[in-house]
């Protein structure tokens, strides 16, 4: 059985390719996506002449919800390591950070957990008013395990890291431009025009010179592979926990994972839990 393709590519010129990612109704990641962004990655990485790459979505009111709870996890487990030795899913984040050329998310509706810690591993963020960021896993018992500790710290400043990651809560695109969890707000209706302007303008510019600052400036801010590899053990460790599946599975059952009701409002639902 065939995989449907989720990471859709337009070369726009050798130097600019545009990213358009779609996995069903509100664009969840999964063990497929994890496969295919592997693949993408490593053509990034050895196309010479490509200098800029922007990542977006055409689903309305979503970017990247967050990751499939209903994915195998047997199958997640049984991935072999990528090329950093370390898991697949973090392996293309950290390589996602690293690469040569510069990234850009360009972010409309819902970006939570897995697809913040996505937006999170590029370098740029260009979100509308209607872009919803967050990383709810402590809602469900979880630590997160794709890099958010160790990049929000460095984005936001310690406080503010905090209260992203302990309150579970949605942050709306103002609060995240005000914060710097995203570079800038930008109206809705011209954030594919401003996206692209940029875009172009990077991609009209000498590669080596764009590879060699972004090479200066990852040294000086990216995490270590190791800090990285500490939050995914943490995510492995407290994800699934049997004291939090019935939580998880009331969410689903009651909308989680398709358009509306939860999944538009997680940060409130994952607040209503009762205690005990």
């Known amino acids: ?14 130097s600019y390719w545009r990213v358009t990612f779609d996995n069903g109704p509100v664009n969840l990641l999964d063990a497929d996506t994890v496969e295919q962004l592997a693949e993408l990655i490593e053509r990034i990485e050895n ?12 689903t309305p009111g979503y970017f990247m919800a967050h990751w499939d709870l209903l994915t195998d996890p047997a199958r997640v487990a049984r991935m072999a390591p990528g090329p950093t030795g370390l898991h697949p899913y973090l392996d293309n984040f950290i390589r996602l950070s690293r690469l040569p050329v510069t990234t850009i998310s360009e972010i409309r509706g ?34 997160p395990g794709g890099g958010s500790m160790a990049r929000l710290g460095r984005l936001v400043g310690r406080g503010r890291a ?11 695109a103002g609060r995240a431009a005000e ?17 692209d302007a940029f875009a172009r303008r990077i991609a009209a510019f000498d590669r080596v010179a764009v590879a060699g600052i ?18 995914l053990a943490a995510y492995f460790a407290t994800a699934g926990r049997p004291e939090h599946r019935p939580f998880v599975r009331a969410l ?25």
């Open 110 to 143: 819902r970006t939570r957990g897995a697809g913040s810690e996505f937006v999170l591993a590029t370098d740029i963020r260009f979100a509308s008013e209607q872009a919803i960021l967050g990383q709810f896993e402590v809602g469900v018992g979880a630590v």
């Open 214 to 231: 972004k090479r200066l400036v990852d040294i000086a801010t990216l995490p270590s592979d190791d800090e990285l590899a500490d939050g």
């Open 162 to 172: 905090l209260e992203i990651l302990l309150g579970g809560d949605d942050i709306p």
């Open 47 to 58: 196309d010479r002449d490509l200098t800029v790459v922007v990542f977006r979505s055409e």
């Open 252 to 276: 689903l059952d009651n909308g989680l994972q398709r358009p509306g009701g939860i999944e538009d409002d997680l940060g409130t639902a994952i607040a209503e839990r009762q205690p005990g």
């Open 179 to 195: 914060y710097g969890y995203v570079n800038r707000l930008v109206p809705d209706a011209d954030i594919e025009a401003v996206t």
């Open 1 to 14: 059985m065939s995989t449907a393709e989720q990471f859709h590519l337009n070369e726009v010129s050798p």
